[in-house]
């Protein structure tokens, strides 16, 4: 089956800039995820959905990060403006199951360079 | 909310070595534990997961772990490591909401 597949695999912006980044997810998995993960760390949730529905946006800085999933198939993520801090690799990640026992399929990631 | 604490940041070891990746996690409910792998160059990929069942558990290449309840812990274990398994771990935890929560990682640095 066709994996995760995520656009730009790498970004260069300066802060203030916005930024978009792209993820479809294998076919048939309702649930979507958005994950940050910054140098050293491990990847911190952003925001879940299932099918176009939010689960889960309460790490999301809503003042500058907004996400969708029209049709409940593809999702962007944007930053607007962005800053230095938000440097980080942006991963998606799908699952076919929301509730319990989810096992999470990740895409390459989105890495994100703030100048 | 539920937390994961995972003990070695970076881990060097030698080919034939045994290997233990120790993984704490703190929630009060019921909840499945999985171990992810990073290899060089590649996407996070599972390693194994526990749901329920036998707390032992094991996953691809030779790989196990064991969740201990008492102790909050869910360890992975390799008794002979080999270069190829030179990657970054992460430890996780899912609870029934389905949010998953992760580690920072432990890199392992095998040398031939």
């Known amino acids: 089956e066709a994996g995760v597949a995520q656009s730009p695999r790498y970004k260069i912006i300066e802060k203030r800039q916005s930024v978009a980044f792209w993820c479809n997810p294998i076919?048939?998995?309702?649930?979507l995820y958005w994950y940050q993960q910054i140098l050293g760390q491990g990847p911190k949730l952003l925001i879940q959905?299932?099918?176009?529905?939010?689960?889960?946006d309460s790490q999301l800085p809503k003042d500058r990060f907004s996400a969708e999933r029209l049709k409940g198939v593809d999702s962007t993520l944007k930053i607007q403006p962005a800053k230095l801090e938000d440097s980080a690799v942006y991963l998606c990640?799908?699952?076919?199951?929301?509730?319990?026992?989810?096992?999470?399929?990740f895409g390459a990631g989105s890495r994100l360079t703030v100048l | 909310a539920q937390s994961v604490s995972q003990h070695n940041h970076h881990v060097i070891l030698s080919e034939a070595a045994s290997l233990e990746l120790g993984c704490n996690y703190s929630?009060?409910?019921?909840?499945?534990l999985f171990w992810y792998v990073q290899y060089p160059g590649q996407h996070l990929q599972l390693l194994l997961k526990?749901?329920?069942?036998?707390?032992l558990v094991k996953g691809i290449k030779g790989f196990e772990a064991e969740f201990i309840k008492s102790k909050f812990s869910f360890n992975l274990r390799k008794p002979s490591v080999q270069w190829s398994d030179t990657a970054e771990y992460f430890c996780?935890?899912?609870?029934?909401?389905?949010?998953?929560?992760f580690g920072d990682g432990t890199t392992l640095t095998v040398k031939p």
């Open positions: 990640a799908s699952s076919l199951r929301t509730a319990g026992a989810n096992v999470l399929t």
């Open positions: 526990y749901f329920s069942g036998d707390p």
């Open positions: 996780a935890v899912s609870t029934n909401a389905g949010k998953s929560t």
């Open positions: 929630y009060g409910g019921t909840v499945n």
């Open positions: 959905f299932q099918n176009n529905g939010v689960v889960d």
């Open positions: 076919s048939g998995h309702a649930t």
